[in-house]
C-alpha cells in the first residue's frame, strides 16, 4: 500500500476487555483494551499494493449486463436491484451510459 501513499506506522484494535451481557447492556461497566497488531498489518499490507489499481481497473471498466434474478437476493440482497431492474424494463437508458459496455453514440 505504500505505492497507494498510505504508510501504517502502527495498528490498534480495540476491543472489550472481559466478555459483557448483551442482555442487560451497562456501557459504564464496559472496559477497553488495546491490542497492537501492526506486525500483522504490516505483513498484510505488502501483499496489498496491486489491488488498488486492479479495483481501479475494475471500476473504470464497462459495467457488466447481467439479468435480475435469485443471485440479487442471496446471500444478502443487493442494494442496486432497483437500478438494474429499470434498467432491463428501458434498456435504451442503460446504453446512454458511457460505462455500458454497449454504448453507442447517438
Given at each position: 500500500?505504500?505505492?497507494?501513499?498510505?504508510?501504517?506506522?502502527?495498528?490498534?484494535?480495540?476491543?472489550?476487555?472481559?466478555?459483557?451481557?448483551?442482555?442487560?447492556?451497562?456501557?459504564?461497566?464496559?472496559?477497553?483494551?488495546?491490542?497492537?497488531?501492526?506486525?500483522?498489518?504490516?505483513?498484510?499490507?505488502?501483499?496489498r499494493g496491486a489491488v488498488?489499481?486492479?479495483?481501479?481497473?475494475?471500476?473504470?471498466?464497462?459495467?457488466?449486463?447481467?439479468?435480475?434474478?435469485t443471485h440479487c437476493e442471496?446471500?444478502?440482497?443487493?442494494?442496486?436491484?432497483?437500478?438494474?431492474?429499470?434498467?432491463?424494463?428501458?434498456?435504451?437508458?442503460?446504453?446512454?451510459?458511457?460505462?455500458?459496455?454497449?454504448?453507442?453514440?447517438?
Open positions: 500500500m505504500r505505492g497507494c501513499g498510505l504508510y501504517v506506522r502502527k495498528a490498534v484494535i480495540r476491543h472489550p476487555n472481559l466478555p459483557f451481557s448483551c442482555r442487560r447492556p451497562d456501557i459504564a461497566s464496559v472496559r477497553l483494551a488495546d491490542t497492537d497488531v501492526t506486525r500483522q498489518i504490516t505483513r498484510y499490507l505488502r501483499t488498488a489499481p486492479e479495483a481501479r481497473r475494475a471500476v473504470e471498466g464497462p459495467n457488466v449486463r447481467r439479468d435480475t434474478g442471496r446471500p444478502s440482497s443487493c442494494e442496486f436491484q432497483r437500478y438494474c431492474k429499470r434498467a432491463e424494463a428501458l434498456p435504451l437508458l442503460a446504453c446512454l451510459d458511457p460505462k455500458c459496455g454497449n454504448a453507442q453514440s447517438m
